[in-house]
């Protein structure tokens, strides 16, 4: 039987998957504090984004895609309702359901987010070449694929 450090010699080097967390908890602060800036938080932010592709989706739907539970993005939409960038309606086809759209001011906000996110792209992979940078996005494509967050979800929705 194989050891657990004989394995890790073979692949990885040790602490390969700790450097990742630390990488994209940097990151996620980093990115926190780029949103703070427009006054939002990272899970507005992710909200925000799934709105501007896919307008009219459910509560419940938004929640599935960014991996939260219906009851929990409540105060979310709440706030994003609030602030002017979501408008929430019943839904035509079932009475009981809300459908989201963004509001004027949640595109507006959807562009100013757009040109954070590049910016922290450029500045998160900027010690990287063109093809590192090809490279390392291929790689953790094929990580998140066999994760269990979905593709809008982060784990902080969890929370």
């Given at each position: 039987?194989?050891?657990?450090?004989?394995?890790?010699?073979?692949?990885?080097?040790?602490?390969?998957?700790?450097?990742?967390?630390?990488?994209?908890?940097?990151?996620?602060?980093?990115?926190?504090?780029?949103?703070?800036?427009?006054?939002?938080?990272?899970?507005?932010?992710?909200?925000?984004?799934?709105?501007?592709?896919r307008q009219?989706?459910s509560q419940?739907?938004?929640?599935?895609?960014?991996?939260t539970v219906?009851?929990?993005?409540?105060?979310?939409?709440?706030?994003?309702?609030?602030?002017?960038?979501?408008?929430?309606?019943?839904?035509?086809?079932?009475?009981?359901?809300?459908?989201?759209?963004?509001?004027?001011?949640?595109?507006?906000?959807?562009?100013?987010?757009?040109?954070?996110?590049?910016?922290?792209?450029?500045?998160?992979?900027?010690?990287?070449?063109?093809?590192?940078?090809?490279?390392?996005?291929?790689?953790?494509?094929?990580?998140?694929?066999?994760?269990?967050?979905?593709?809008?979800?982060?784990?902080?929705?969890?929370?």
């Amino acid at each position: 039987m194989t050891s657990t450090p004989q394995r890790a010699r073979r692949g990885a080097p040790p602490r390969t998957a700790f450097l990742l967390a630390q990488i994209g908890a940097d990151a996620a602060d980093r990115f926190a504090e780029r949103v703070a800036a427009l006054g939002l938080t990272p899970r507005e932010a992710g909200a925000i984004r799934v709105l501007g592709r896919r307008q009219g989706l459910s509560q419940r739907e938004l929640a599935e895609q960014l991996g939260t539970v219906p009851s929990r993005l409540v105060a979310l939409v709440d706030e994003l309702e609030a602030k002017g960038f979501v408008v929430r309606e019943r839904s035509e086809g079932d009475r009981r359901n809300n459908v989201l759209t963004l509001a004027p001011d949640g595109e507006r906000m959807l562009a100013r987010l757009r040109e954070v996110a590049e910016a922290h792209q450029g500045d998160v992979l900027s010690p990287l070449d063109d093809e590192e940078q090809v490279a390392l996005a291929a790689l953790l494509a094929k990580l998140a694929a066999a994760s269990t967050v979905p593709p809008d979800g982060h784990p902080g929705f969890r929370r």
